[in-house]
């Protein structure tokens, strides 16, 4: 069968965006990406990020092929397989109509039109809607009558699902699609049969999740799984980036040859000894017990807290504490300028309908592949940020009190009725420290897009708050050099800093729905955020790591009757 060209997406996308198992819109068609046993082999840059790779069970990275002209590019199949034609309205699947390579109806020669909809389930597994099922429930005894030829109309009344029906010529009753979207709509009409058209030639899994009705081309038929690390030293030296460009042959070697191999490697300014130390080094990592994401972030938090100087123009890694902060930003310990830095991302899977949470205690994540890879699809961001660290007296102090602790107890009744609706072995965990930091986050990275020179969507937040914990790190999220032309990092300066801290929680302090937001109970998805709306806090989905949820404004500024409550207890609204 011939391949050809369908569509074409940046390398980043394919992690982010359109990664395995997503559905691609292309014109009038529709295309999944299969999985990474079909991408065309050793294509790709290589990415190397041992900390991560580590954590993921590879050993390494690739970029997604480029495709091009003359380039091999990412496998598709066609999805879903029911098509409709907009002049005769017939309904069927694409195989009925024409070949596999045409997308027209024989009767009408009019483009045939993907279905606008799917079921799909938290697991990952997607199958086309049941349209045969849905317009003969209840009327059973029609199913063995007539040659069943289905069509989709829509009166064109209103652009509600109620406008939308199907029928039948075995002359059933025709049904709407009114209802389609219930949660419990294809509960007993179609059980999840655990399909994964995404893997080619994989048999169906077993599955106990229910279907839900999804738009094609919604956001929610496909989540990705990004798990991320920052290069930190050692990781980040000159040193272990030649051990990385020439790990595969550095591996393996023998102690005695080890120098001698090194030596015909190593650059200008490299001693031999310290790359011989690099190489043992890292063949001690992959023998040492596997990193959690709570070790991952740990390491970060300490390299960003102990700094590192400036010095080789190579260095991926570049921390300098500011000087002496201003009286007004004495709530932080510690103000940090992130001169450079580099981030990988790693897709490790996904689901659907809704985002996988890792701290949630049941993995829903769909496959990427049916066998064993050593590799996954990734991206490196190069940029520059600003690392704040509160200071832990002031905040143990705060998160202690009746004020937050009765916020942080509205949050978690939420988080447990989500536990119990979606069936999860247990719940998140809210902390009030968290609330605070992943809130003050957002506030200062809608300040400093005003400030920077980067819209807010460039930006990115990295909150560290466990127990030993207590810092945000605000850093540009771009793939190329953009993300590093300083304006950002420039913010750091003492005489900046006061003035973006005292504007971003001053603007915190109203919102345009106030008094409606700031006087909120449950507000956002599953009511998980409470004084949180995107006239104030909200801010867009590649900014925040934590799919905008836990989040309340009050924690920052307290309530319009008693601004004191808040962390910073009313000092900067003045």
């Avoid at 932080?332 to 309908?353: I, K, Y």
Wanted: aromatic content about 6%.
């Amino acid at each position: 069968m011939a391949s050809k060209k369908v569509a074409s997406a940046r390398t980043t996308q394919l992690v982010s965006t359109y990664g395995v198992g997503a559905l691609f819109p292309a014109m009038d068609e529709s295309f999944m990406v299969l999985g990474l046993s079909e991408w065309p082999d050793q294509e790709g840059t290589e990415i190397a990020e041992p900390r991560l790779a580590r954590a993921l069970g590879v050993q390494g990275f690739r970029t997604p092929p480029s495709g091009g002209t003359k380039g091999p590019s990412v496998p598709v199949i066609r999805f879903p397989r029911w098509y409709s034609c907009p002049q005769c309205h017939r309904l069927d699947e694409l195989q009925r109509f024409c070949s596999w390579d045409e997308h027209e109806c024989p009767d009408c020669h009019c483009t045939l039109v993907p279905s606008r909809f799917v079921a799909c389930c938290p697991r990952g597994h997607i199958e086309d809607f049941p349209y045969f099922a849905w317009v003969h429930a209840g009327q059973r005894d029609q199913q063995r009558q007539g040659d069943h030829r289905m069509r989709l109309r829509s009166s064109g009344g209103s652009s509600s699902l109620g406008a939308i029906s199907v029928s039948c010529s075995c002359g059933v009753q025709d049904v709407s699609m009114a209802n389609s979207f219930n949660s419990d709509a294809l509960k007993k009409l179609a059980p999840c049969r655990g399909q994964r058209p995404w893997l080619h030639g994989a048999t169906d899994e077993d599955c106990s999740e229910t279907l839900r009705t999804l738009q094609r081309g919604s956001s929610n038929v496909w989540f990705s799984s990004v798990r991320s690390a920052l290069s930190i030293p050692p990781w980040s030296h000159t040193v272990q980036r030649l051990v990385d460009r020439h790990w595969k042959i550095l591996r393996n070697a023998g102690s005695d040859s080890l120098p001698s191999l090194v030596r015909d490697l190593a650059l200008p300014g490299i001693d031999v000894d310290d790359l011989v130390a690099a190489v043992e080094a890292r063949r001690a990592g992959e023998t040492s017990e596997v990193p959690t994401e709570h070790d991952l972030r740990r390491d970060e938090y300490k390299a960003l807290s102990a700094g590192q100087p400036d010095a080789s123009v190579h260095q991926q890694f570049v921390v300098r504490p500011v000087g002496a902060l201003p009286e007004t930003v004495g709530d932080f310990e510690l103000v940090s300028e992130v001169a450079r830095l580099r981030e990988v991302r790693a897709l490790d899977g996904f689901t659907r309908v809704r985002p996988h949470d890792p701290q949630e205690g049941l993995d829903r994540r769909a496959r990427l592949t049916l066998g064993s890879l050593d590799w996954l699809p990734a991206m490196e961001v190069l940029g520059e940020g600003i690392f704040l660290r509160f200071d832990p007296q002031r905040l143990a102090e705060w998160e202690t009190g009746d004020f937050a602790r009765r916020r942080t107890a509205a949050v978690q009744q939420a988080e447990d009725r989500r536990a119990k609706d979606w069936n999860l072995t247990e719940a998140v965990v809210v902390r009030a420290r968290e609330l605070l930091l992943h809130t003050f986050a957002h506030v200062l990275l809608n300040e400093l897009s005003l400030d920077a020179g980067y819209p807010v969507a460039s930006l990115r937040e990295r909150v560290y708050a466990d127990d030993d914990q207590a810092g945000v790190l605000l850093y540009t999220a771009s793939s190329d050099s953009a993300g590093s032309l300083g304006g950002l990092a420039a913010q750091s300066a003492p005489e900046r800093i006061e003035s973006v801290i005292t504007s971003a929680v001053r603007r915190a302090s109203w919102c345009s729905s106030d008094p409606v937001c700031i006087e909120a109970t449950s507000t956002g998805a599953d009511g998980l955020n409470l004084a949180a709306c995107h006239a104030c806090v909200v801010l867009p989905e590649t900014s925040c790591e934590r799919q905008n949820v836990h989040l309340d404004r009050a924690t920052l500024v307290g309530t319009l009757d008693d601004p004191s409550v808040g962390y910073f207890g009313g000092r900067l609204l003045t």
